[in-house]
């Protein structure tokens, strides 16, 4: 009889769908698109002439595995320090301009990896596109265009009535036609929306309509839970589809929040490399402890861990053993003790206040081994 082995797969080489072919372009050493891995943005809050808050900020998204940053440069103080900030920070600076295109040429001056525009919004932006795009080529910038469902060209409202796909599309490829039209492709683009159906539609449309690499996002998504639930839909929906090179996870939350989320959902559709994972069993009536008290103790406990590991906190000997067995390493427990498995095998049993210090100390030996 053939041996079963246990624990958990790596990354399936198949992923659940060929990804869109799109070209490629590079945010500093990042590169998007042409089949490069799907790489996760967040964007500072604090204000960029606060250089000092700024730069701190940026290395607690770096450490939080975020690879690009956005900053936002509404005025003139934060445009002076673009140079300084794009210069120290560790992963490329993106500046977000709005507004005035005198900023698009700073930014550009300053040294930022990429430059991203809202043409619905900026004066005479499409007058000033010859321009931009010299400069932009001169210093090998990429720009993003990036249309928003809150600021919409007003001509594209007035003959769709409202921020609908199609004018979502129509107003993105617009504006890259323009660019084209003057020899520059460095682009990607991106067609927010806060309504996950009409934003999946949106993207479906454009990727179908172009080559350029496709940064997604719910915008104004809203407060951390249901902001997390729209961007996980829209997200899946796209991903699963091999649509997007680069994602933002839009919350009302700190930016680090925004970059977790956004991790958890390329890991869980096989986009990037499997870290820590909890597997716990949502409690019911079979359940003999406290799943709910084990399972966040467990995951707080193994915080900050880094290698690729399933944990499973399991509450009852219905689920409890085989899903025990088959992670990495686990619990399964009833009548105040827990049974304790490491790759499939009962190495010890406890009781249930010991429980989480020794999947902790597991957890940490497992460690130890696979570095």
């Known amino acids: ?104 040429f700073a930014a550009i001056e300053a040294g930022c990896a990429a430059v991203r525009v809202n043409p619905g919004n900026i004066k005479k932006f499409d007058d000033q596109i010859a321009q931009i795009a010299r400069a932009a080529k001169d210093h090998g910038t990429p720009v993003r265009i990036g249309v928003n469902a ?53 993207y479906r449309r454009l990727a179908e309509e172009c080559d350029y690499p496709l940064h997604l996002g719910v915008t104004e998504a809203g407060p951390a839970f249901q902001g997390t639930i729209k961007s996980a839909v829209a997200f899946g929906a796209l991903l699963s589809r091999g649509i997007g090179d680069t994602i933002r996870v839009s919350l009302s939350a700190p930016p680090v929040e925004e970059v977790k989320v956004g991790i958890q959902i390329l890991q869980s559709l096989g986009l990037r490399e499997r870290r820590l994972e909890i597997v716990s069993c949502p409690s019911c009536g079979r359940a003999q402890v406290d799943v709910y008290r084990l399972a966040d103790e467990v995951t707080a ?37 827990g049974q304790i498995f490491v790759k499939g095998e009962v190495v010890r049993t406890v009781p249930e206040s010991r429980i989480v210090e020794t999947l902790i100390e597991e957890a940490q030996r497992l460690a130890e081994r696979m570095k």
């Open 301 to 337: 406990g193994l915080d900050g861990l880094e290698v690729p590991l399933r944990v499973a906190v399991m509450g009852c000997v219905v689920n409890g053993p085989g899903e025990a067995r088959e992670a990495d390493l686990g619990v399964a427990s009833g009548n105040g003790k």
């Open 1 to 104: 009889m053939t041996a079963v082995p246990l624990g958990v797969p790596e990354v399936p080489a198949r992923q659940v769908a060929p990804r869109r072919r799109s070209r490629e372009i590079h945010v500093g050493p990042v590169a998007v698109g042409g089949g490069a891995p799907v790489s996760v943005q967040s964007m500072t809050t604090t204000r960029t002439s606060d250089i000092g808050a700024t730069l701190q900020q940026i290395a607690e998204l770096t450490a939080s595995g975020c690879q690009i940053v956005r900053v936002a440069c509404p005025t003139q103080d934060d445009a002076d320090a673009l140079a300084v900030i794009a210069r120290k920070s560790q992963i490329p600076v993106i500046a977000d301009i709005h507004f005035q295109p005198k900023y698009v």
């Open 150 to 202: 809150g600021s919409l060209d007003r001509r594209l409202l007035q003959k769709y009535g409202r921020a609908t796909p199609e004018a979502l599309v129509e107003s993105a490829l617009w504006e890259a036609s323009l660019f084209e039209e003057h020899d520059f492709r460095d682009i990607k683009i991106s067609v927010k929306h806060n309504d996950p159906v009409v934003m999946i539609e949106a």
